[in-house]
Structure formats: structure tokens, C-alpha cells
């Protein structure tokens, strides 16, 4: 091997263990499955979906390096893609960060070769390498060579002669003239000086791309002039190109506009004190646990049907918006939320319904904090995206909350990597969402393009081109919402939460979440045991209250509205309501005089003392259904009444009506004409009515989709290069031959069982290294060095160096042997 290398697996050769680490930890894919040896993992480095892979997690100085790289000539001086980064002047900032990103290039093995020959891996330079139907951010169009091949000898001669060249004898030699003469600074300053001002300002409109343009049969005289000299060229049907070498003297040298060595930075900084920043993220927690409460009660007895293609009608959505009093975007965050944590999913049945499942049962008994710490663990680690719901998908079918294709595997990371920017702040700083989303396009300018290749291959691109940029900025609207963030400040809480990496064991993930939960917990109201009774029929909760009293309290109040306190309502609709649930007067009385902190009102007591003697003076039991009375003066009432036309009630005697409709509307149409019946069983007892909420079987919460292959852990690492090694010099070792010529390169050793024998036992009594075809139990065929320590009833045990570790090897199953050269181990 010559010290240069000629190839990328020669490069990577030459590399240490720790630098074949960090290619594997960098491109993961490549360890799907191990490669054999350093040659399969330079082929599978340079398969087109690894390279894609790699390019698109490049961040935009490393990306410009790579497609200055694929419009400079290959291999390429480290000085002509200093020249092509910085121009002819030169820029301090790109020549310092240059170097940075070069040595990223190479890690990855995008760029391999030394600094005075540095090639880009062929399938990136054919990914990043402009062309008509793939432009490049450069601008830049094809080279003279590229743009006049196939262009007739006698134009080339015609070209020469207009640019002052001399005429050549062949095309090859022409088009290195023109080549030459537009990369001279000197001679094509001096060319231009001769070209008309209309001329220079068509060149000044092709400068910066795209390098195409169109011209009529008969050009103006000053693209002639510029056709003339080949300044522009023909490039097929009226369009014609500048070819790179002539845009490249007109700018100074520089392949892109803007070269962007250094991150934008988070700015402008706003601070507040840590605290208040902490108070704020409280709130939004404490809320946060309230909704997905007030969700759970909503669909206590059972939610709304699930679309036969999956998720929620968008009726069914504006009805929970509504139950939640918020807009149906917010509704669908709280829905996808509560379903990603487990706490709501589709019961399984025939008629398939929405509903709570049992670990919502365990989640609200558990504390406030706690509770949080399960809804925070699970959205940031969700792969589904309630930004998305209400758009089209490639097929231009909306999405639906709860429903299919709203994953995107791509939102783990940019929440982590949004919060974590907020984490680079001091305590208590924040920064404008433009900054964030500005940093995160200039780390991953790419990953646009492949989140909507994800979402529905490349027609949808224009829908989703940008969707990276969309989870970053639903991120910090989720973030507020579910108090991780304060007055858009990262929390102190939310700063634990984000101590360990998503790659972490689930116990360490747990440990961190239990820091940041416990850090919460002080923050969070107590929940209070009383409320303040008032003359105009409302009780006030000045803070959250505990969940028995809030529960008895839902049964007997309506919720007029929410916020820092909440007001409960008393209406006879929600005394009867309590009444129907089994409580009498005398109880719902000690109830408030219990839980309050003022006494009972008189309108209040009134209320229920009223409701309680009219309740159940009407009863309604199954005929259809029937009414019965013992004053029959209040039947007659009914009878007479107008509204009940439409029950079709008819007397039976004194004190029993019948009606044609069932007992349920029969009960709906008389509270509604303000009167307020029992129903009765056939017993002649009243009904309680007592709601059994509605469970799902067990169900676990939705398993995020992952972005690729995991993370390699360092033991995988160190494994996955010990047996590129071993297999490395399994392949590549010289061999010694017994009888016949050696085997060609990655064919199996053939020798006769005798010669196997006889060479196994030679080599355990000279410690020497085998070279060995072998097939397993499989009829897998592989090859190995090995080291025999003992032969012995058909068996050989040696050291083997392709797995570093001693094996036994049936000797009926070794195709061949083979001596290794003496300094081949």
C-alpha cells in the first residue's frame, strides 16, 4: 500500500479504532448489520440512501464545503476549496472554520484523501454536482467541457477565434483553451473590458443562478456577442448556460453568495428573573393537568366513535374544543398528548369508540407533579404531531386527530434540540422564535427536504418542505403549554428533564424525570378542601380543590368558568342532577356546610330544599313508558300543556298517564317543560342515576416510529470495529499455498481433509495463525484467521481473531487452510 491512498477503504484503513468509533457513531446505518471487513464498509459508505442519510444531517457551512467540493475539480488542493469557500480576497471567518469542516467531511466519510488531494465520496458528488434538472444552492451550471460536449469542431474553432485564442487541431484541446482562458483572472478581466454593457448585464442576471436562460432564434447583438465567445452556450432547444469557470471569475471565485461559517446566534436576549419564569411554567403545568382531567371527565362514559379510516371526526373534534373550552388546533394537542402518554385510546369493539383506559385510573390517583412528570416524558419522546392535524396529506386527505400518518420521526429530535438551544440561555433568558428556528435551519438546512420525503415521498416536498422549521415552532407553542417553559424561558424543571440524551437507559430517563418532577412539585398549588358560598347561587374555589370534593361538586354545580379560581354555578337542573345521584337534601346540606367557608345561603338552601320536595313527585316507569301521580290536579297540568303534545300522553286513571315514547325521552321532555321526574323501576322504586365509567381493555401507549437505525452504545462500537478488524485481515492477509495456487481474493480456502489435519496440528505445535474457510450450521460460508490450541475427536479449538475469542470448529465443516505469510498477523 502506497502512502497515499488510492481508494476510500485504503483511507479507512489507515484510521484508528477511535476514528472508525465516531464514523459509526456518526452513521449508525452503517452497523446494519456489522460489516465484514473495512471493504464492505467503504462500499456500504458510499451506497446512495447511506450518503443521502449523512448530507442531510450536515449543518450549512459543512454542506457548502461539500457542494463547493462537487464543483471543483476532483481530486481538489485544499487551497483551491479555501479559494472557492472565502473568493479571491479571502475571509477570515470561513478560513478558520474551514478546517472544521473539512475534518466533519472526513469523519463521516463523505471526503477522504490528504489536504493536497481531497475527494469528495463519488455518490455525493453526483448528489451535490449541478445540473439542469438538479440545481445546486451554488448557482453555478456546468463546466465548458460539460456545457460543449458534442458541440461540432468547426463552432469550437469559431469560439476560439472570437475570444482571441488561437485555433487548435482537435476538440479536446479547444475546450482546454477556453477553460484556461476563462479561469485567468488577467485575460478574462481583459475580455470583459471589451464586452458591451447590455452584454455584462446579462451575465451580472445568470450570476448568482440559475445559470440558465432562454434566447429567440435571432439573439440581440449582445448575447451574440456573449454566444460569440462562449460566455454562454447552447444548452439544448433556445436555452443557453454560463459555464462555471467564466461564473466563477465574475465572482470573485466564491461558489455561494453567502458563505455562513458560523451559526447564527440567539439573539436578542431577554431576561427575567429565574423565578417568575419558574412560576410561569407552574401554571402551565397545573393547567396542562387540568385539561387532560377535565378531557378524562368528558369522555368518562365512553368517547366519540373512531372513523372507519381511523381518528376523530372533525364534528367530534369541535364537540371536546368546545367540552375544553379552546380552539380545536389546542384540542388536538391535548388529545394527541393524553393518547401518546396512554390515557386514552380505541376500545377495540365492534362499534369502535374512543374511551380512558385503565392507566388513566392510575394516573389520577397519582400526585400533581407526578402526573406531569408521565405527560412531559411522553411528548417529548412522541413521534406524532398534533401541528399536523387539519392538513392535507400527498393525497390531499385531511388528517385527523388520533388518526393515521401523523408520525414524524423527526419531532423527537427537534424538541430536544429546540429545548436544548433554550437550555445554552442563562436562567430566566429568553430569545424571539426567529432566533431558534434560524439556529436550527442553519444545524440541519436538509432535514426539511427529508421530513417530507417521509411524510409522502417527493410529491410531498412543496407541502412539507419546510417541516422541520414547523415542529420547532410547535415545539416552543407545546412547551408553554405544558409549562416546560415560562414566558418563553426554559424552566428549571424542564432543564433536569433534559440531563440525559434519548439514547439513555430507561432508568436513567426515569431518574432525570424524577429530578425535574421533584423540582416541580414545590411550585404547584396545594389542592384546597373548601370553597366560598355566595347569595347569587355560585360557590368560588380560589384554587384547584382536592379530587373528591371537586367530583361531588361537579355532580352538584356547573362550571361557569375557570382560571386562577373557579366558579361553580348552582341551577335546579344540577340539584336535581345531584338528587338523581342518590344524595338527599339533608346530606347535600351538611355537604356545603362542610366544604364551605362562609355559611349556606338562603337562596341556596331554598333551592334544594324546592328540588327535593318536587323530585319524584312525578314517576315514570316502562309501559311504553308511563307517568304516575298522586295529585292528579298536576296530570291534568300536564295534560293541558301545549309543549307535551309531542309525548302523546292520554290518562289511564286519576293518577297514571301513559305515552307512546320511551321512558328516556319521556323524562328529557318533561324536565324540559321545567318539572322534575323520578323514573322508577318496575318495582315501583326510584332509579338512582349513578354514571359507571367506560374502560378500555389495557392498552400500552403508541410506540414512537424511530428516526433510522438507534444509537450504537460504546460496547456495540467497540464489538462492531474488533470484527471489521478481524475480517480485514482475514481478507487481506497474505497466505502461504500448500499444493496449489493461492486462492483469488475473497474465495474460500480449498484443501483436502488430510492437508487440513496435518496443517491444523503443525501450526499447534508452532503457535502459528491459520487462514480458514468455514461453514456453520446454516450453510453460511465466511472466512477466519484463527489460532489453533488443540486438535482433538474431529474438533479444532483455537483463538479466533474475527471474533477475538476461543472457539471449537468441527473439522468436517472447514472448506480449506491456508498458512499466513510470517508478517501478516
Not at 442531510?56 to 464543483?71: K, M, N, P, S
Not at 461558489?255 to 428573573?273: I, K, N, Q, S, Y
Request: aromatic fraction near 4%; proline fraction near 8%.
Amino acid at each position: 500500500m502506497t502512502d497515499t491512498p488510492r481508494t476510500l477503504a485504503e483511507e479507512l484503513r489507515t484510521r484508528t479504532d477511535s476514528g472508525l468509533v465516531g464514523l459509526l457513531r456518526a452513521r449508525p446505518d452503517l452497523l446494519n448489520p456489522v460489516p465484514g471487513d473495512v471493504t464492505q464498509l467503504a462500499t456500504r459508505a458510499g451506497t446512495r440512501a447511506s450518503v443521502v442519510r449523512a448530507v442531510e444531517r450536515l449543518d450549512r457551512f459543512a454542506l457548502q464545503t461539500a457542494e463547493a467540493l462537487a464543483v471543483a475539480p476532483d481530486p481538489c488542493p485544499y487551497g483551491a476549496l479555501a479559494g472557492l469557500m472565502g473568493g479571491d480576497a479571502g475571509d477570515a471567518s470561513v478560513a478558520a472554520e474551514l478546517p472544521g469542516a473539512v475534518a466533519a467531511l472526513r469523519a463521516q466519510a463523505l471526503v477522504w484523501g490528504p489536504d493536497d488531494r481531497l475527494r469528495l465520496v463519488r455518490t455525493a458528488r453526483e448528489l451535490l454536482t449541478p445540473s439542469a434538472t438538479h440545481p445546486s444552492p451554488t448557482g453555478l451550471g456546468p463546466t465548458v467541457a460539460e456545457a460543449m460536449a458534442g458541440m461540432s469542431p468547426g463552432r469550437l474553432q469559431e469560439i476560439l477565434a472570437a475570444a482571441g485564442l488561437s485555433t487548435t487541431h482537435d476538440p479536446v484541446t479547444a475546450v482546454a483553451a477556453l477553460t484556461g482562458l476563462f479561469s485567468d483572472r488577467a485575460r478574462m478581466a481583459a475580455l470583459l473590458d471589451t464586452a458591451p454593457a447590455e452584454s455584462v448585464a446579462v451575465l451580472d442576471k445568470l450570476l448568482w443562478g440559475p445559470p440558465y436562460g432562454g434566447v429567440t432564434d435571432r439573439p440581440a447583438p449582445h448575447l451574440q456577442w456573449l454566444l460569440d465567445r462562449g460566455l454562454l452556450i447552447a444548452a439544448g432547444g433556445r436555452n443557453v448556460v454560463l459555464p462555471r469557470e467564466a461564473a466563477l471569475h465574475l465572482r470573485a471565485g466564491r461558489a455561494h453568495h453567502t458563505p455562513e461559517p458560523l451559526p447564527p446566534a440567539l439573539a436578542p436576549v431577554t431576561e427575567r428573573d429565574s423565578h417568575l419564569v419558574d412560576n410561569a411554567a407552574a401554571s402551565g403545568a397545573f393547567t396542562s393537568l387540568a385539561t387532560i382531567e377535565e378531557l378524562l371527565k368528558e369522555w368518562d362514559l365512553g368517547g366519540p366513535p373512531v372513523l372507519r379510516a381511523g381518528g376523530l371526526s372533525v364534528r367530534d373534534l369541535k364537540r371536546t374544543a368546545a367540552a375544553l373550552d379552546t380552539t380545536e388546533q389546542l384540542a388536538a394537542f391535548w388529545l394527541e398528548l393524553a393518547y401518546g402518554a396512554g390515557l386514552i385510546a380505541s376500545d377495540g369493539e365492534a362499534d369502535e369508540q374512543y374511551a380512558a383506559t385503565p392507566a388513566a385510573e392510575e394516573w389520577l390517583q397519582l400526585p400533581d407533579h407526578e402526573r406531569w412528570g408521565t405527560l412531559a416524558a411522553a411528548w417529548l419522546s412522541a413521534t406524532r404531531t398534533a401541528g399536523l392535524v387539519g392538513t392535507a396529506d400527498p393525497k390531499g386527505r385531511a388528517l385527523a386527530a388520533l388518526g393515521p400518518n401523523l408520525d414524524r420521526s423527526a419531532a423527537p429530535e427537534v424538541r430536544r434540540r429546540t429545548l436544548a438551544l433554550l437550555a445554552t440561555l442563562p436562567p430566566g433568558a429568553s430569545v424571539p422564535p426567529a432566533a431558534v428556528l434560524s439556529r436550527l435551519r442553519w444545524e440541519r438546512p436538509l432535514r426539511g427536504a427529508a421530513a417530507a420525503r417521509e411524510a409522502g415521498g417527493p410529491e410531498a416536498a412543496p407541502l412539507e418542505s419546510d417541516l422541520r422549521s414547523r415542529l420547532a415552532q410547535w415545539t416552543l407553542d407545546e412547551a408553554e403549554l405544558l409549562g416546560l417553559t415560562g414566558r418563553g424561558a426554559l424552566a428549571t424543571h424542564a432543564r433536569a428533564l433534559l440531563d440525559v440524551g434519548p439514547s439513555a437507559a430507561p432508568a436513567e430517563r426515569a431518574a432525570a424525570t424524577a429530578r425535574a418532577t421533584g423540582l416541580l412539585a414545590p411550585l404547584l398549588p396545594e389542592p384546597l378542601d373548601h370553597v366560598l358560598l355566595q347569595a347569587d347561587l355560585t360557590a368560588v374555589a380560589p384554587g384547584p380543590l382536592r379530587r373528591p370534593l371537586a367530583e361531588a361538586l361537579g355532580v352538584l354545580a356547573d362550571v361557569e368558568s375557570k382560571g386562577g379560581a373557579t366558579v361553580y354555578r348552582f341551577t335546579p337542573a344540577s340539584v336535581r342532577r345531584a338528587l338523581d345521584a342518590g344524595r338527599s337534601a339533608a346530606e347535600l346540606q351538611e355537604f356545603l356546610t362542610a366544604h364551605s367557608r362562609t355559611p349556606v345561603p338562603q337562596p341556596l338552601a331554598y333551592l334544594i330544599d324546592d328540588m327535593a320536595r318536587k323530585h319524584g313527585q312525578l314517576r315514570i316507569g316502562a309501559a311504553a313508558a308511563y307517568v304516575r301521580c298522586d295529585d292528579d290536579a298536576l296530570l291534568s297540568e300536564i295534560l293541558a300543556d301545549r309543549r307535551a303534545a309531542g309525548l302523546r300522553l292520554r290518562r289511564l286513571a286519576p293518577t297514571v298517564l301513559a305515552a307512546v315514547t320511551s321512558p328516556d325521552q319521556l323524562l328529557d321532555g318533561l324536565r324540559s317543560m321545567g318539572y322534575a321526574p323520578a323514573a322508577e323501576s318496575a318495582t315501583g322504586d326510584v332509579l338512582i342515576a349513578r354514571s359507571d365509567t367506560y374502560r378500555t381493555a389495557p392498552r400500552t401507549a403508541p410506540t414512537p416510529v424511530p428516526e433510522g437505525p438507534p444509537a450504537p452504545d460504546a460496547t456495540l462500537l467497540e464489538a462492531a470495529v474488533r470484527a471489521i478488524r478481524a475480517g480485514d485481515l482475514a481478507a487481506t492477509a497474505e497466505r502461504k499455498p500448500l499444493h496449489a495456487p493461492a486462492p483469488t481474493p475473497g474465495a474460500l480456502p480449498r484443501t483436502t481433509s488430510a492437508e487440513t489435519l496435518a496443517t491444523m496440528q503443525a501450526a499447534v505445535l508452532t503457535s502459528s495463525a491459520l487462514w480458514i474457510g468455514y461453514v456453520n450450521a446454516d450453510g453460511a460460508a465466511s472466512q477466519r484467521v484463527i489460532a489453533p490450541v488443540r486438535v482433538e475427536g474431529g474438533f479444532v479449538t483455537a483463538y479466533d481473531h474475527t471474533s477475538d475469542e476461543v472457539r471449537t470448529y468441527p473439522l468436517h465443516r472447514i472448506t480449506g487452510v491456508a498458512e499466513l505469510a510470517d508478517d501478516a498477523v
